[in-house]
C-alpha cells in the first residue's frame, strides 16, 4: 500500500496511490472490515489507529477503492502532494551506515549507530523546492530509506524490531557542509529549513518485503552520483530500531534516515555541490522515486 498525504480545501488529509490515482485514506476506510472509530483525517492518526494491522488493510484496499467511487480524490498529477507525514513526533537519522561511505570519510567503522536529528521544519514534499541556497554554498545530496514507524516501540528487540516499522520511503538527506563542519556537533549543517525532501508516498513494509534487499541510487540532473543496496548498511534497520527503542519511545509516525552510501558530493574530487535549479532524484527499488528541484536564494 502507498500512503500520501495531499492538499485538500479542508487541510492536508491522508491519502492512497493506487496505480495513477490518489484516493481518500478516511473515506475508504469507512468501507473497511478494519475499520476502528476515531479521526484518520492524518497519515500519523491512521498509523496511531492502524499500525499493527497494516498487512490486512493493504491487502482490501484496491478492492475498496473500486467499490467506493466516492474515495477517488484525482489523478496523482493533478493532486498536490505533500509530505507523506506532515507531523512527525521525532525525525531521527543515522550516520556513517554504509561500508562504502565511511571508507570515503576515512573514519573506522562504529561499534554504536550514528545518531543525530532534525526538526518536522526540515522537511518538505515532493513537488517542493529544496531550500538552503540563501544560506550555504556547500550543499550536498545523501540518498537515503526512510523508515515510518507504526507502532509504539518501547526496548523491542532487533528479532520483532521490523512488527514496528510501518513503511519505507525516499528520503534526501541535503546537508549544508559548510554549517555542519564549523564545529563538532553536525545540527546546524543538517537543520536548515525546507531543506530535507521526502516521499512521495511511504510504502508498507508488506509490499516492500526485505528491507536489506534493496537498490538506491541518486542522480543529479540525470547523472547517477550514488549507487549501492540497502545489504551492504552496518546496521540493518532492524537493528537500529531495535537500538532506539532502548533509550527512547518511538511513536507511530516517527521517522528514521537510516543513512548514506558512498558518493557524496563533499567527498569528490574536486567537491560537487548543488546549485539552484538542479534536479535531485532518489530512487530506491519497490519503495519510489523522489524528484526535487534546488531553489534560489532568497532575495
Given at each position: 500500500?502507498?500512503?500520501?498525504?495531499?492538499?485538500?480545501?479542508?487541510?492536508?488529509?491522508?491519502?492512497?496511490?493506487?496505480?495513477?490515482?490518489?484516493?481518500?485514506?478516511?473515506?475508504?476506510?469507512?468501507?473497511?472490515?478494519?475499520?476502528?472509530?476515531?479521526?484518520?483525517?492524518?497519515?500519523?492518526?491512521?498509523?496511531?489507529?492502524?499500525?499493527?494491522?497494516?498487512?490486512?488493510?493493504?491487502s482490501g484496499i484496491t478492492a475498496l477503492a473500486s467499490e467506493d467511487p466516492v474515495a477517488r480524490v484525482g489523478a496523482v498529477d493533478e493532486v498536490r502532494l505533500t509530505t507523506p507525514v506532515t507531523d512527525p513526533a521525532k525525525v531521527l537519522c543515522?550516520?556513517?551506515?554504509?561500508?562504502?561511505?565511511?571508507?570515503?570519510?576515512?573514519?573506522?567503522?562504529?561499534?554504536?549507530?550514528?545518531?543525530?536529528?532534525?526538526?518536522?521544519?526540515?522537511?518538505?514534499?515532493?513537488?517542493?523546492?529544496?531550500?538552503?541556497?540563501?544560506?550555504?554554498?556547500?550543499?550536498?545530496?545523501?540518498?537515503?530509506?526512510?523508515?515510518?514507524?507504526?507502532?509504539?516501540?518501547?526496548?523491542?528487540?532487533?528479532?520483532?524490531?521490523?512488527?514496528?516499522?510501518?513503511?519505507?520511503?525516499?528520503?534526501?538527506?541535503?546537508?549544508?557542509?559548510?554549517?555542519?563542519?564549523?564545529?563538532?556537533?553536525?545540527?546546524?549543517?543538517?537543520?536548515?529549513?525546507?531543506?530535507?525532501?521526502?516521499?512521495?508516498?511511504?510504502?508498507?513494509?508488506?509490499?516492500?518485503?526485505?528491507?536489506q534487499k534493496l537498490d538506491i541510487a541518486t542522480r543529479v540532473n540525470g547523472i547517477e552520483v550514488q549507487r549501492s543496496n540497502t545489504e551492504h548498511q552496518i546496521f540493518s534497520i532492524a537493528r537500529i530500531v531495535s537500538y532506539l527503542s532502548s533509550?527512547?519511545?518511538?511513536?507511530?509516525?516517527?521517522?528514521?534516515?537510516?543513512?548514506?552510501?558512498?558518493?557524496?558530493?563533499?567527498?569528490?574530487?574536486?567537491?560537487?555541490?548543488?546549485?539552484?535549479?538542479?534536479?535531485?532524484?532518489?530512487?530506491?527499488?519497490?519503495?519510489?522515486?523522489?524528484?526535487?528541484?534546488?531553489?534560489?536564494?532568497?532575495?
Amino acid at each position: 500500500m502507498k500512503i500520501v498525504s495531499y492538499h485538500h480545501e479542508s487541510g492536508v488529509r491522508g491519502g492512497v496511490l493506487i496505480d495513477d490515482a490518489v484516493y481518500d485514506l478516511e473515506l475508504l476506510l469507512q468501507g473497511s472490515t478494519e475499520a476502528i472509530h476515531g479521526a484518520t483525517t492524518s497519515v500519523r492518526e491512521f498509523l496511531s489507529l492502524y499500525g499493527d494491522r497494516i498487512p490486512a488493510i493493504s491487502s482490501g484496499i484496491t478492492a475498496l477503492a473500486s467499490e467506493d467511487p466516492v474515495a477517488r480524490v484525482g489523478a496523482v498529477d493533478e493532486v498536490r502532494l505533500t509530505t507523506p507525514v506532515t507531523d512527525p513526533a521525532k525525525v531521527l537519522c543515522i550516520g556513517l551506515n554504509y561500508k562504502d561511505h565511511v571508507a570515503e570519510t576515512g573514519r573506522a567503522f562504529p561499534e554504536y549507530p550514528d545518531v543525530f536529528a532534525k526538526f518536522a521544519s526540515t522537511m518538505v514534499g515532493p513537488e517542493d523546492e529544496i531550500g538552503g541556497a540563501h544560506v550555504s554554498n556547500n550543499l550536498d545530496f545523501e540518498g537515503e530509506v526512510a523508515v515510518i514507524i507504526g507502532r509504539r516501540a518501547s526496548e523491542v528487540s532487533e528479532d520483532e524490531a521490523l512488527d514496528y516499522v510501518a513503511a519505507l520511503a525516499p528520503l534526501n538527506d541535503v546537508t549544508a557542509r559548510d554549517l555542519q563542519y564549523r564545529g563538532t556537533q553536525w545540527l546546524a549543517g543538517k537543520a536548515v529549513d525546507g531543506s530535507t525532501p521526502w516521499g512521495p508516498a511511504i510504502v508498507t513494509l508488506d509490499e516492500v518485503g526485505d528491507p536489506q534487499k534493496l537498490d538506491i541510487a541518486t542522480r543529479v540532473n540525470g547523472i547517477e552520483v550514488q549507487r549501492s543496496n540497502t545489504e551492504h548498511q552496518i546496521f540493518s534497520i532492524a537493528r537500529i530500531v531495535s537500538y532506539l527503542s532502548s533509550f527512547l519511545t518511538l511513536e507511530p509516525g516517527d521517522v528514521i534516515a537510516t543513512g548514506t552510501p558512498q558518493g557524496i558530493g563533499a567527498k569528490r574530487n574536486p567537491p560537487v555541490w548543488l546549485e539552484p535549479g538542479d534536479t535531485v532524484e532518489i530512487e530506491i527499488d519497490k519503495v519510489g522515486l523522489l524528484r526535487n528541484r534546488v531553489g534560489k536564494p532568497q532575495l
